[in-house]
């Protein structure tokens, strides 16, 4: 157990022990009033004076450690320590050349490198929790680590805390403190001051510790400590290290670059062997092998796949996805069940009362969203506060028995807290009932709700010190505690709870949320247990929220569907209104198959699975179901997606293969147990992330065809030579140039590609599937040898048809394979041959090859280079020549539709 205590140093020496204090008393220490907050000025003053909210970690490597890490390659070494002795025997040019593309190639290296690091820390960034705090009067959302000492700060379930904390107000709040005690139970905290001299971390019950989990409740108080201050940061030279983890596809990845250098060794060996045994010199055939190993061998190709994830992730990031975990890109193409919630993801999380059966009426409210403007109706007559007090006292009781809070923010109200509650504070609004004064109406005591009760109460006390229960929530749940109705201003024995039922049951048809509302009247000496409590209530309506369904929902569905991907909506809502939510969104034609909670209550996992594949639509269903669901959709094969936004879905966010947290309505646990956080909770962008991971794949899985091609034929041209007694057809310069140039940024621009128009009308990939399934191993040594093979005739035709000039020769196989290369790269962009995707549709790679072609005739026609490289200019004829032989590959295999 750790003992640490919080204090903090204010004003001199004296270590404050806040456990101890008054609420009163810490304002005053720390110059903020609970009621208005730090001013934006003090805080930024803090937040200079005592640093960002968070724990040192690992220091970062610098520029120049990074730099120099791009030549720790053994086969860059062994080149190197080769061009040292090619300078010391006086062969200053070749020795010279080398080392620039040594260097170049290290540049390229560590702007990938580079490029990777600043796109993880962007996702970081964005991935980092959000913390309310109230400066200037206002509630606002702003970044854990920006919070300062004094800040006034709200914390809720399913909340990490962001730094150690004073409690003020609470209700019903349980920290689970295992990060900092080890014990894995929740806490439960208080507001009053300890008056002890020492008190055990364990012990602080007035306290909430950055790190520390809410599981239940919520509660409001001053930060004290931040930083490596608070009591975590205590003992955090346990997090000081962090091990990067590499993904499954990078993982075989270096397997596959492990197993290609021994081949590649092996190959080279056998070229500088046999060119010794033909006569070569040792020198020349030592260098033009230790060349060739370095431009065929893959070393960068994990670099180039990190690259090539997070710049997916940036573009998920744009159209609001942030990938928490990497190996999630690789896993969304795999995805064939998409498990959603209905609130805010099907819909559009704008809950607004539509209905309210109150009185024995079911009465008509008009207006939309959060906007105000608004009448309530029964039949043609309008209900006003004089003419229907009874409405009044329901609103009065919605609007006091509620966790949100409304704000204006350009001119429109704007919801702080469940849109639920905020719908039902917009509907106050819209009768007149606009702020409740605290000295007439305060609550007491609050039992927050919770998936088990499906309902939350509080305690209220009005201006003549009466005291009440009020509780809303799930109809079955709120009817079967009460014993009376509310009709015509008088309270009478609820004789047939059932019809009320069944009127629930009539608005969730015409996809009304029901919400029903009840009231009990208490004496100061009754039991505050809430069993107690919340029983012989006084019946007094229904409220009906409408969440319509997003706009672009419809198409979405369709398109996984199209995609060999099921869409399966899990919601807490009644029966009928999931069903009319289903058919509107096009879950299921007719008549969807719905299974409720309590029918999975009486499965096992083994039964559901039986059955499950049938089902669309769970309702009445509690976070906790959702981990059978996920294991039952597992156990038939399935890879699964999990929506969540509550601490009780984080399990099956975790045990899902994809689990998707909400940036908007999620807590911090269920965010930190995701793989993927959708910043505008939409399923639209479930759909957009995983057609973007499908892509990411695919342009993972056409540069390693384009590099491995591309090695095949170097490797081939340089064997296929010495085996048939020809000299080098390629000098080790210009190897080492021929794979800085068409290796390099063509390749990444491959990792740039769009997404194919048919990316989500192809069934999902198996997660089960090797990098050169679906013939990929074959496109990469059939394209590879007819690249060996043209650029060997060329050799071989212009070596024999100008009176032996090698370095014209040479000059020409060079540009042959440079070329066949280049235009490969646009075969490798799609498997219907080279013009079944238009080639502008990556402006990239048009770059690129066009940056390579301008480097390759630089190095042809420069003087200065063509000393370096051992070239000569060519003619319009040799260019034609070498056009013709370069294109062979791509008119034998690449117009090709199938193979």
């Known amino acids: 157990m750790h003992t640490y205590c919080t204090s903090i140093k204010t004003g001199g020496d004296i270590a404050v022990k806040w456990y101890q204090l008054e609420s009163h008393i810490i304002e005053n220490r720390l110059s903020v009033k609970h009621e208005k907050g730090l001013t934006n000025q003090l805080a930024m003053q803090r937040l200079k004076q005592y640093g960002v909210n968070k724990l040192k970690t690992a220091e970062k490597e610098s520029l120049w450690v990074l730099f120099m890490k791009q030549f720790q390659d053994f086969m860059v070494i062994i080149l190197l320590a080769a061009t040292l002795i090619a300078g010391m025997l006086g062969e200053f040019i070749d020795a010279t050349a080398i080392m620039v593309i040594v260097i170049i190639n290290g540049c390229i290296g560590f702007f990938q490198e580079q490029k990777a690091e600043k796109s993880l820390d962007k996702l970081r960034e964005l991935a980092a929790p959000k913390t309310r705090v109230f400066r200037e009067g206002q509630w606002k959302t702003i970044p854990a680590e920006d919070v300062v ?121 056998a070229t500088v062997f046999i060119g010794i045994f033909h006569g070569e010199p040792i020198y020349d055939m030592f260098l033009a092998g230790v060349s060739l190993a370095v431009a065929v061998i893959p070393e ?61 009426q079911f009465v008509t409210v008009s207006g939309d ?39 204006v923010r350009k001119g429109h109200y704007v919801v702080d807290g469940d849109p639920t509650d905020g719908a039902l504070l917009i509907a106050a609004r819209k009768f007149g009932i606009s702020h409740i004064d605290s000295s007439k109406m305060k609550v007491i005591k609050q039992f927050p709700f919770d998936a088990i009760n499906k309902r939350i109460s509080a305690i209220v006390e009005d201006e003549n010190k009466r005291r009440f229960l009020v509780a809303k929530g799930a109809p079955e749940m709120i009817v079967s505690r009460c014993s009376h109705i509310q009709e015509n201003k008088s309270t009478n024995l609820l004789q047939k709870p059932d019809q009320l039922l069944e009127q629930a049951n009539d608005m969730a048809t015409q996809a009304f949320r029901t919400i029903a509302i009840a009231v009990k009247p208490l004496q100061k000496t009754n039991s505050e247990n809430r069993n107690d409590l919340e029983k012989e209530m006084t019946f007094i309506g229904f409220y009906g929220l409408i969440d319509p369904p997003r706009k672009e929902v419809t198409k979405a569905v369709e398109e996984c569907r199209q995609a060999g991907i099921k869409t399966v909506m899990i919601t807490g809502d009644h029966k009928q209104t999931a069903a009319a939510i289903a058919k509107d969104v096009g879950l299921a034609k007719e008549h969807p198959v719905i299974m409720e909670g309590h029918e999975l209550n009486q499965m096992s996992v083994k039964e559901l699975s039986q059955v499950i594949e049938q089902v669309t639509v769970f309702a009445r269903v509690t976070p906790e179901h959702k981990l059978k669901i996920v294991k039952a959709f597992q156990s038939k094969g399935h890879i699964v997606a999990m929506t969540g936004d509550g601490v009780n879905d984080a399990p099956a966010i975790k045990a899902s293969d994809i689990g998707i947290s909400m940036g908007m309505t999620g807590t911090d646990v269920t965010k930190e147990a995701s793989s993927l956080i ?47 007694s020809l000299p080098l057809p390629l000098i080790p310069v210009q190897i080492l140039w021929v794979n800085l140039v068409t290796d390099g940024f063509p390749a990444l621009a491959l990792g740039l590609d769009t997404p194919k128009e048919n990316a989500m009308k192809e069934k999902p990939r198996s997660p089960k599937e090797g990098i050169f399934a679906r013939g990929l ?71 690129a090859v066009l940056s390579s072609l301008i480097l390759l005739i630089v190095v042809i026609y420069a003087e200065g280079l063509q000393l370096i490289f051992e070239t000569t200019a060519l003619s319009v004829t040799d260019w034609l020549f070498t056009i013709v032989l370069s294109i062979i590959p791509t008119i034998l295999f690449g117009f090709s539709k199938k193979e």
């Not at 029964?378 to 919605?398: C, D, F, I, V, W």
């Not at 390693?704 to 034929?713: D, E, F, M, P």
């Open 149 to 269: 000492i004094g800040d006034i700060v709200r914390i809720k379930t399913g909340d990490r805390v962001p730094a150690d904390i004073r409690i003020f107000n609470e209700n019903s709040l349980e920290i689970e403190e295992s990060a900092l005690t080890g014990e894995s139970y929740p806490v439960r905290k208080q507001s009053k001051p300890i008056h002890k001299s020492e008190v055990a971390i364990q012990d602080q019950k007035n306290m909430a510790f950055k790190g520390t989990i809410v599981t239940k409740g919520n509660a409001t108080g001053a930060i004290v400590q931040t930083g490596m201050n608070t009591a975590l940061g205590q003992i955090a030279s346990l997090l000081d290290s962090t091990e990067k983890k590499l993904t499954p596809l990078e993982l075989k990845l270096m397997e596959l670059g492990k197993i290609l250098i021994y081949i590649v060794l092996l190959l080279t060996a």
């Open 300 to 360: 960068g190709l994990p670099a180039i796949v990190t690259v090539a994830l997070s710049l997916g992730v940036q573009r998920m990031i744009k159209r609001r996805a942030v990938v928490r975990k990497l190996n999630a890109v690789e896993t969304l193409g795999c995805a064939s069940i998409i498990c959603t919630d209905k609130t805010g993801t099907i819909t559009e999380n704008k809950m607004t009362v539509k209905g309210m059966y109150v009185n024995n």
């Open 369 to 407: 969203g959060y906007s105000t403007g608004g009448n309530f109706t029964t039949g043609k007559s309008k209900l006003t506060r004089k003419n229907a007090p009874h409405l009044e006292q329901m609103l009065l009781y919605g609007t006091v028995c509620n966790d949100a809070q409304l704000y």
């Open 678 to 724: 959708l910043m505008d909770d939409n399923f639209n962008t479930i759909k957009e992330a995983i057609k973007e991971g499908r892509n990411i794949y695919e342009n993972i899985r056409k540069f390693i065809r384009y590099l491995l091609t591309s090695n095949v034929g170097e490797i081939f041209v340089m064997l296929a030579a010495m085996l048939m």
């Open 777 to 847: 191993g074959f496109k990469i040594l059939s394209r590879g040898l007819l690249i060996g093979i043209v650029s060997l005739a060329a050799f071989m035709i212009s070596y024999d048809g100008q009176s032996a000039n090698l370095e014209y020769a040479r000059t020409i196989t060079f540009t042959t394979l440079v070329l066949a290369q280049l235009i490969h790269v646009f075969d490798c962009r799609a498997d219907g041959g080279i013009f079944s995707r238009n080639p502008f549709s990556n402006l990239y790679l048009i770059g």
